[in-house]
C-alpha cells in the first residue's frame, strides 16, 4: 500500500509526485514504456512554457543564468494574465472551461517559480523565439520561456528531484483498470507488467498517462477518417487506457473529442517519435515562405499569425491535402533565417534547385502548378518592411488564400522545398476534472481517490491552442492534482 500512485511519468505526472510529496504522501510513479520511454510525451516537447508575466524581470528572476550577457540586448513584451487569457478564448474560439482556464493563466507564472524551486531550470529561448533585429534581440509569439536541454532535460530535472526525494518508479508497468472499494472510491489500480497482472494498493490515484493519439483506431475513431494515417510526434505509449480506464468507472468524458495538436512534421519522420532526433522533425519556419500541395497549390495563410498560434491546427491542413503531404518553399533571402536544428537535421526531407520548375520537378511537385502559384503569390505581394520579429503586416492582395504578414516574393535561388505530413502531438478530449484536479463521474460529483492532470484532462484545449501552454497546463493542474491526492490519502489513512 502507497499513499499516492501517479500514472504516468511525463511533466503532468512529476509535477503530480513533486507536489504529493511536498505534502508528505509516499508515492510511487508506474510508466507503461521502459526506462528508455520515461518522460511521456514531455521528452518530445522543446519545453516552453507559456506563462503570464509583468514586466521582463519577472523572467530574468527565473533563470538558471540571469548573467547572460544578450540580456541588456533583449526586448520580452510583457504578456499579462489578460492577454493569455484572452488568447486562449480566441484560440478555442470561445469554448475553453472558464474555470479551468482562469486556473491555467493565473497559476501559471507561480507554479513556474515551484517547478524552479524543485530543481527545474529555466533560459530563454533566443533560438527559438528571438531575432536579432538592429542588434537587439527581439522576442515575439508571448513565449519567451523554456527550460535548458529542451523536452529531454526538463525529464532528466524532474527525475533527478524525484529520485532524492524517495520516489519510486516503475517501468513496464501499464496499467489497464482501476481498483474501488464497495463506495465506489478508487483504492489502487491494475498493471499487466512483466511478471502477469497485478494490483498495485493506493489510497489515491492521479491519471497523468496521456491521451489516444497514438492508437490509429481510436484516432480514426474519434477525429475522423484518414487520421489513422498521422504520424505521431512523442511517445507510442499513449494509446488511451488510463483515459479508458477512468471512462469505464463512470468519469465523465470532456471536451473537443474530435480535435488535437498537430504539426507540420518532416515527412520523413518515422510512424512515432525519434528520441535522439525529438522535436526536431517540427517544420516551424513556415510563416516566412509558402506551403504548397503535390499540385503545387497554396491552402493555408503562413502569415496569419505567429507560429505560436497556428502551428497546432496546420498540420491538420495538410492531412487534408492529396497524399497528406505538402511542401514547405523558400528562397535565398528566407533560408538564412530558419532555425537550423529543425530544417538541418540528419535525413531532413530537402530538395534545392535554381529555378521553381527544377524545384518542383525534383519534389515530386507539379511543375506548371508551383511556378503559376510563385508566379501569383510574387505579384500579390504588397509593398512594406519585412520584419519577422512583428506582425508586420506585408501581406498579398488579390489571392486565395492570402497571406497576411511576412509575404516577401520567392525570386531568389537558390529555391529549397521540405517535405512535411501531419505529425500529431496529442488529443484534446479528456476528462472532467474540477479546480482540485479530482475526476468527475458523469453525475457531477468527485470519484474519491481519483485525480487527473496533463494530455488526457478535457475541456481546455479546442480546436487550436498557444504555444507552450500544454506543459504549463500540465504542471499547474499536476501540482493540483498531487495536493489534492495527498490530502485524500492523509484522510484515508486516518479513518483506517
Not at 146 to 169: C, D, F, K, Y
Amino acid at each position: 500500500m502507497v499513499d499516492v500512485v501517479v500514472v504516468g511519468t511525463g511533466n503532468a505526472a512529476f509535477c503530480a509526485a513533486h507536489a504529493a510529496r511536498d505534502h508528505g504522501a509516499r508515492v510511487l510513479m508506474l510508466e507503461k514504456g521502459s526506462e528508455d520511454w520515461i518522460g511521456g510525451n514531455s521528452y518530445f516537447t522543446a519545453g516552453a512554457f507559456r506563462i503570464a508575466f509583468d514586466s521582463q524581470d519577472d523572467l530574468v528572476a527565473l533563470l538558471a543564468d540571469p548573467s547572460d550577457e544578450r540580456l541588456p540586448r533583449t526586448d520580452v513584451p510583457p504578456y499579462p494574465a489578460s492577454a493569455f487569457l484572452a488568447d486562449l478564448e480566441r484560440l478555442t474560439l470561445g469554448r475553453t472551461d472558464p474555470v479551468l482556464a482562469k486556473i491555467l493563466v493565473e497559476d501559471s507564472l507561480d507554479t513556474v517559480r515551484w517547478l524552479r524551486d524543485h530543481g527545474i531550470r529555466f533560459h530563454l529561448q533566443y533560438h527559438r523565439q528571438a531575432y536579432e533585429v538592429n542588434g537587439r534581440f527581439q522576442f515575439w509569439g508571448d513565449l519567451p520561456l523554456g527550460t535548458v536541454g529542451g523536452g529531454e532535460g526538463l525529464i532528466e530535472q524532474h527525475r533527478a528531484a524525484t529520485e532524492t526525494r524517495g520516489v519510486e518508479i516503475r517501468f513496464d508497468s501499464p496499467v489497464v483498470g482501476l481498483l474501488r472499494d464497495a463506495f465506489g472510491a478508487v483504492t489502487g489500480v491494475v498493471v499487466d507488467g512483466p511478471n502477469g497482472r497485478e494490483e498495485i494498493r493506493a489510497r489515491a490515484v492521479v491519471l497523468a498517462c496521456g491521451g489516444f493519439e497514438a492508437d490509429p483506431r481510436l484516432r480514426a475513431a474519434h477525429l475522423g477518417p484518414g487520421w489513422d494515417l498521422a504520424k505521431v510526434r512523442g511517445t507510442p505509449h499513449n494509446t488511451g487506457e488510463g483515459l479508458m480506464a477512468a471512462l469505464e468507472i463512470g468519469a465523465q468524458a470532456y471536451g473537443h473529442w474530435s480535435g488535437c495538436h498537430s504539426i507540420q512534421w518532416d515527412a520523413g519522420a518515422p510512424p512515432a517519435g525519434d528520441r535522439i532526433i525529438t522535436n526536431r522533425f517540427s517544420k516551424q519556419s513556415y510563416p516566412i515562405g509558402i506551403v504548397v500541395n503535390v499540385h503545387g497549390r497554396r491552402f493555408l495563410d503562413e502569415g496569419a499569425d505567429f507560429r505560436n498560434y497556428t502551428y497546432a491546427r496546420y498540420g491538420a491542413e495538410v492531412l487534408k491535402q492529396p497524399g497528406a503531404l505538402a511542401w514547405q518553399i523558400f528562397d535565398a533571402k528566407t533560408t538564412p533565417l530558419l532555425r537550423d536544428y529543425e530544417y538541418e537535421i540528419p535525413g531532413v526531407s530537402r530538395v534545392e534547385a535554381e529555378t521553381i520548375h527544377d524545384l518542383a520537378v525534383a519534389a515530386g511537385i507539379d511543375p506548371a502548378g508551383l511556378e503559376q502559384t510563385v508566379a501569383e503569390f510574387n505579384r500579390a505581394v504588397q509593398p512594406g518592411e519585412f520584419n519577422p520579429a512583428i506582425k508586420d503586416g506585408k501581406r498579398t492582395e488579390g489571392i486565395t488564400p492570402p497571406k497576411s504578414n511576412w509575404a516577401v516574393p520567392i525570386d531568389t535561388p537558390p529555391f529549397v522545398a521540405f517535405a512535411v505530413t501531419c505529425g500529431i502531438t496529442f488529443t484534446f478530449g479528456g476528462l472532467r476534472i474540477d479546480p482540485q484536479a479530482r475526476v468527475l463521474g458523469r453525475n457531477g460529483q468527485p470519484i474519491p481517490g481519483l485525480h487527473a492532470a496533463g494530455e488526457l484532462v478535457g475541456g481546455i484545449f479546442y480546436h487550436n491552442y498557444p504555444g507552450g501552454s500544454g506543459l504549463t497546463s500540465g504542471a499547474v493542474f499536476g501540482r493540483r492534482a498531487g495536493v489534492s491526492a495527498a490530502a485524500h490519502a492523509a484522510a484515508v489513512g486516518n479513518r483506517g
